[in-house]
């Protein structure tokens, strides 16, 4: 290793502020043989002056899937006060004689008269199917070490899925998220179905929503489903959902006008379409929303080459009835909107699964085709809920309904174990006990 060599490969050094003299005396001219180029020698520089970054420099980290899981992974993270030159260093876990640096953007937002200080950093270039380690690293100090896993071409893998988690007290989705991540830590993915929060701007609502998922939404990939709860104002009207767009960043679409509001993404051998259903709470804004997304919607399934094709989309696609003991009545039984609008591209698309929410009640109604029963369309699973906003007795069960839970309803999870030949969806009550099971084969 002559001294350019060793100059040619410092960049990753240099973004911490470490002169190339200073490490090439240190460490090389000391002689060969010790650790110079490794993390070993990083973090020996780093620590012999720097701090630990404290909990408030990296709140509510988050590992955002991209649409392609094997290369690439989302970072983004809130601080309590802006960082010095904030990048991350990540590395193979089982490798870590190399790392690399990612440059990080600063996407700070205002919204009303709370301000949001964090930072996103693509990180590109990983190899499939590879556990890796992440920290990050400021002129202020380091955080702690974090895994990531990249995906798999194809392969098993297993997703949590948890409905509506809007609540007026985060603590029984707390329970829901960490019970469910105890018994499927093995998960290398998770959602939450829309409506994360019950008020899209109140954002002591999403701390304690992020506080819910702590050590989860930091350890594996999540998919973020926008709802019409985030589109709420203080004031209860509705509005473009400015935080949630703040706080989750989604792979680019190729949308003009749309960019942020539906997308796709690749995990294994499932390709997944994450559709908007907000088209009444958007509004005007929202006059070509659906037309744009369908021809998206055909375009997008029609060019993945994986085996399995699942839609997530807020709002499900049947209208229920109100139920005898609700109070309630003039709500017809049959397709909601957004059922007439896509169920046909579904048939014709050949989804394997569509996952709904909104209605705060699990319903498992096997597979539908051309609005009927038939093992020729997808599977529909309409999730439950997984906050404390809760609908006892509120919708009568539809004809197409094959399963639900016992009423009144509680909280529950799903998981979705993918195989080669097998999509196998299980839903359970918050203590982990298993209430149904749904499958696809292929
Ligand atoms: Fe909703």
Redesign the pocket.
């Known amino acids: 290793m002559n001294r350019r060599h060793f100059i040619s490969i410092l960049g990753a050094f240099t973004v911490l502020g470490i002169s190339g003299d200073y490490l090439y005396n240190k460490f090389f001219a000391n002689g060969p043989g010790k650790y110079i180029f490794g993390n070993e020698a990083v973090r020996n520089v780093k620590n012999s002056f720097d701090e630990l970054l404290g909990d408030d420099n990296v709140k509510y980290l988050r590992q955002i899937v991209t649409a392609d899981n094997q290369g690439t992974r989302r970072i983004t993270w809130q601080s309590a006060s802006p960082l010095p030159s904030p990048k991350i260093e990540y590395r193979s876990a089982k490798k870590s004689t190399e790392s690399y640096i990612a440059n990080t953007e600063d996407i700070s937002f205002n919204d009303g008269d709370v301000s949001i200080v964090q930072y996103t950093a693509l990180l590109e270039g990983l190899n499939t199917d590879t556990e890796y380690e992440f920290r990050i690293i400021s002129e202020s100090g380091n955080s702690e070490w974090h895994k990531l896993q990249t995906a798999p071409d194809k392969g098993d893998f297993k997703m949590i899925i948890f409905p509506?988690s809007?609540s007026s007290d985060y603590s029984d989705f707390e329970k829901v998220a960490q019970g469910a991540w105890e018994r499927n830590s093995d998960a290398k993915l998770f959602t939450v179905m829309?409506?994360l929060v019950d008020n899209g701007q109140d954002h002591s609502q999403w701390r304690a929503w992020f506080n819910a998922l702590d050590g989860i939404i930091g350890n594996i990939a999540f998919a973020p489903v926008m709802?019409?709860?985030e589109t709420y104002d203080l004031n209860w009207q509705t509005r473009l959902p400015a935080a949630y767009l703040g706080y989750f960043q989604h792979p680019d679409n190729g949308s003009e006008k749309y960019n942020q509001y539906y997308y796709s993404f690749d995990y294994g051998d499932v390709h997944f379409s994450v559709l908007n259903t907000q088209d009444y709470e958007l509004g005007d804004f929202a006059d070509t929303l659906v037309s744009e997304q369908k021809n998206w919607l055909r375009r997008d399934m029609n060019a993945t080459k994986k085996k399995w094709k699942i839609v997530l989309m807020?709002?499900d696609v049947l209208m229920y009835a109100f139920g005898p003991q609700s109070g309630r009545s003039g709500r017809p039984e049959g397709f909601d909107d957004d059922g007439v609008n896509y169920m046909p591209l579904f048939d014709e698309l050949g989804i394997d699964i569509v996952f709904t929410?909104?209605l705060h009640t699990y319903r498992n109604r096997g597979h539908i085709y051309n609005f009927d029963h038939s093992s020729k369309g997808p599977l529909y699973i309409l999730t439950g809920v997984a906050g404390n906003v809760r609908y006892p007795h509120l919708w009568k069960d539809h004809a197409l309904d094959i399963a639900t839970l016992p009423q009144p309803e509680t909280d529950n999870y799903l998981t979705m174990e993918v195989t080669d030949k097998k999509l196998t969806v299980k839903c359970f009550l918050p203590d982990g006990t298993q209430m149904d099971e749904a499958s696809v084969t292929k």
Do not use: E, F
């Open positions: 509506d809007q829309g409506d709802g019409n709860h807020h709002r929410a909104h």
